[in-house]
């Protein structure tokens, strides 16, 4: 049985908090959570271990040591590990996770419908059939596996974007998070124009269907429902006012990919004369409760409207450079106030959920770009996977202080290649030196998902049979596919010869 209280001690610990110092580095540290929140954070002592065992000592779980027995104040291990929040993912897709490695070297546009829009369609004319093969929905083994990925790099909570097809299936997500443990923010996708005609909606379907899952899956643990319009190319200016009330009503934020690639913006630019973020911003959608995926392409009239709304945006190197889709100006963006996070994007175009690669990679960009070595430091691109994504996803999470979730990662400092590890380089060594596989425990919400590498909550073996098997009849079905051609933005009017 899992028990009330859980400490861990460490060699290393990085509260990553405002109020105790976003760069406070404290050796020899502990943590101390209760249900699912965070009781105490610290230096650990002798005194501290006595106290809390005197108080909690049947109902505590003491992580590294043996599961029964009661501790003893002198037995407490110290993991030479360093241990931090737990990562907040702000933008991704759990519908992607058996597509990885799909369609590359394919612009955005042409891997859409290649890969994703492949994958999904997929889905959805052959769900009967898998359904009987696998005993149990393909949409369920896919968003359990993207579960699995995310808790395997130590992804605590997430927005995922569930876009095209995967509007349908929320409650196969809600299912495959409410086993996984983690927490979501599901931006629930919809499309009136250049998509897929199968999918189209109008603005009362979409907030329909955003109705109807509010009144299904509110307050569902660990689970939020907000609007999350796939593409501004995708929506008209009359769907995105609807949504945006649907979610001033509702009080939720709102979601959204805009001006992800060069030859997109321009055939957008093109048809409607003006910058997606132009059009979200005269659809009243720009304010601080609006995150924008990407907006890689910025005029200096879209820097303007994002600093004088307040909107976020959430930063995907990985993706934006596998893609080819050029990469946002996030140090002009941060130095003008505009809040940026650092994410991975989905599995299919980021081909991992590896954070501190995500993290690494936007650090490094920005150096080279900039030829400064000092933009982006390791602390602030930490903080940017951490503490940033949290205050714009508005959840109790992403730093370790007294009432804070109880969402932690302990990284294992023993590999060789976190060695030498200290307190004077810890936070340069998990983004320079991690390669993102080193995370041994994960605890979210007080309840722990992988426990010394371990995966707690979700059958890793069987998920990734499924997954592999799902993967090879999905590419048997492409092979005999007419090309997919249903991403507006690549049509006709499209930017070919641009
Ligand atoms: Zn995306």
């Given at each position: 049985m899992d028990k009330r209280f859980k400490l861990i001690r460490c060699r290393l610990l990085l509260p990553l908090d405002e109020k105790i110092g976003l760069e406070t580095r404290i050796e020899d540290g502990y943590v101390l959570t209760e249900n699912d929140l965070i009781r105490e954070v610290g230096a650990f002592s002798r005194e501290a271990a006595e106290r809390i065992i005197r108080d909690h000592g049947g109902e505590l779980r003491v992580i590294g040591?043996?599961?029964?027995g009661k501790p003893t104040a002198g037995a407490i291990p110290m993991l030479d590990a360093v241990v931090l929040p737990g990562f907040v993912k702000g933008h991704g897709h759990d519908h992607e996770s058996p597509i990885i490695g799909v369609a590359k070297d394919e612009p955005l546009t042409a891997w859409l419908d290649h890969a994703v829009n492949a994958f999904t369609g997929f889905l959805l004319e052959k769900g009967d059939e898998l359904k009987s093969v696998f005993g149990a929905s393909p949409h369920l083994i896919t968003y359990a596996k993207a579960r699995l990925d995310d808790i395997y790099y130590g992804i605590t909570s997430a927005l995922t974007h569930h876009c095209n097809f995967n509007k349908y299936n929320i409650a196969d997500l809600i299912e495959a998070n409410l086993r996984a443990g983690t927490r979501i923010v599901i931006a629930v996708g919809s499309q009136d124009r250049n998509y897929d005609p199968r999918i189209l909606d109008t603005p009362a379907k979409a907030v329909g269907r955003l109705e109807e899952y509010r009144s299904r899956f509110q307050g569902v643990e660990r689970v939020k429902i907000i609007p999350g319009p796939d593409q501004v190319f995708s929506n008209s200016e009359e769907m995105l006012r609807a949504l945006k009330q649907w979610s001033l009503d509702h009080d939720t934020l709102m979601h959204i990919h805009s001006s992800e690639e060069p030859a997109t913006t321009r055939w957008f630019y093109r048809k409607y004369k003006m910058s997606p973020v132009q059009q979200l911003h005269r659809a009243g959608?720009?304010?601080?409760n609006a995150i924008l995926a990407h907006q890689v392409n910025n005029t200096p009239i879209d820097l303007e409207i994002l600093e004088a709304t307040g909107a976020a945006v959430i930063h995907n190197p990985l993706a934006n450079t596998i893609l080819g889709s050029g990469m946002p100006p996030i140090i002009e963006m941060m130095e003008r106030g505009i809040p940026v996070a650092v994410s991975t994007d989905g599995s299919g175009s980021a081909d991992n959920q590896d954070m501190i690669a995500a993290a690494r990679l936007a650090s490094q960009y920005q150096k080279a770009r900039r030829r400064d070595a000092k933009v982006l430091p390791a602390q602030k691109v930490l903080e940017m996977v951490t503490v940033v994504p949290a205050k714009i996803l508005r959840i109790n999470a992403g730093s370790l202080a007294p009432?804070?979730?109880a969402d932690l990662i302990a990284v294992d400092l023993s590999r060789p290649n976190l060695t030498p590890t200290r307190k004077d380089n810890v936070i340069e060594n998990l983004i320079w030196a991690a390669d993102g596989s080193e995370v041994r425990w994960v605890i979210a919400s007080g309840r722990i998902l992988k426990d010394d590498y371990r995966f707690v909550t979700l059958d890793e073996a069987k998920l990734k049979e499924q997954v592999l098997k799902l993967s090879e009849m999905m590419m048997e079905y492409k092979a005999g596919l007419a090309e997919v051609r249903v991403t507006g933005a690549r049509s006709e009017e499209g930017p070919a010869g641009t």
């Open positions: 040591a043996a599961a029964e959608v720009l304010d601080k009432g804070r979730s």
